[in-house]
């Protein structure tokens, strides 16, 4: 038992590194300790949500949403991850829109 406590605690610490990492908009090395973190401890609702936040940062916004539902699977009550959730759904239905003809003109 005590060895799950450990890596639940390294997980953390990864998340917290990967953190950093990230509000210095080094998202590779974000990424990189967030896979880490998730690979220690999958059941984490706050490494799939923050994971989802680099990912929008890098322009992959269908795999962010994948890491939202996963973090909203885990916990149905994890607020963060519902309003990133919904902020995708948002910009993804405005960019679809901006991108559709208008009266069958292209915009």
Known sequence: MGGYFMTVKEAVELLKKGLA???????NEAL???????SLDPNNP???????????DTGKSKEALLDCEKAIALDQNYAPAWSKKQWLSITSNSMRRDCMPVHGHLP
Request: glycine share 0%; aromatic share 24%.
């Open 32 to 38: 990189s300790y967030y896979n880490k973190a998730l």
């Open 46 to 56: 706050e490494a799939w949500y923050l994971r989802a936040s680099v990912l929008i």
């Open 21 to 27: 990492y990230a509000k210095r908009t080094k998202y």
